[in-house]
Structures are given as C-alpha cells and as structure tokens.
C-alpha cells in the first residue's frame, strides 16, 4: 500500500527534493535536467514493472498466509502503482503534465 502513496506523492508533485544546484540555473538548463532526471527515473519504474509482472506471474497459484486470496493480488498493488507512476512521468516529459517551479508554483511544461 506505501506504493499507492507514493503514486500519489508523484501526482501531486510532492517529492522531496535537493533542487539548490538545478534551482541556480537559467530556466531551460533547469527543464533539460529535469527532463533527464525523469527519463532515468522512467527507466527505473518500467524496470520495477516488468519486476512486478514477472512476480505477479510466479505467485499466481500461492495462497497468502493471512488472506484468502492469492499472493499476486497481494503484489499487484506495487504493480499497479508503478504503471500509475510510468503514467505521470511519461506525461510530464512529453509536456502534459506539471512541474513546480521553485517557488512551489506549479507550470506547465
């Protein structure tokens, strides 16, 4: 369940973040790291998807030890919340979504 969360957090914009070294630089430095950041971030979280698929698969036919249901439903929310994630970075990237400034104003791209 912390994996739904931290979908949200990526919704909301709300990371933690040590941005003083990409805040000094002029505007379109600043969305050229950014831009970075989130293509290397992207290919970590499709990463964990194929991870969380590959788990999902293998423990289809294991029953939870606390629940009536199969382990894979128990994985899926990981799963679930990284595809949820690949969402909003790739919408970020190709300038659909938002960014905050470092003012905590929050721009288009």
């Known amino acids: ?9 990526e919704r909301i ?18 969305m050229t790291v950014l831009t970075a950041i989130d293509l290397v971030y992207l290919a970590i ?3 964990l998807i194929w991870i969380g698929w590959k788990t999902i698969q293998r423990t ?3 029953e939870a030890v606390t629940l009536p249901v199969s382990d894979a439903l128990l994985y899926a929310s990981g799963f679930l919340a990284m595809i949820l994630i690949a969402n909003r970075v ?3 990237i190709v300038g ?6 470092s003012g905590g104003v929050e721009t288009a791209l």
């Not at 369940?1 to 957090?9: F, K, P, S, Y």
């Not at 659909?96 to 400034?101: E, V």
Request: no cysteine.
């Open 90 to 92: 790739v919408r970020r």
């Open 60 to 62: 289809w036919s294991n």
């Open 13 to 30: 914009d709300g990371q933690l973040r040590m941005g003083f070294l990409v805040e000094s630089l002029r505007r379109k430095a600043r």
């Open 45 to 47: 979280v499709l990463h």
């Open 1 to 9: 369940m912390a994996m739904i969360g931290l979908a949200e957090v």
């Open 96 to 101: 659909l979504g938002y960014r905050q400034d």
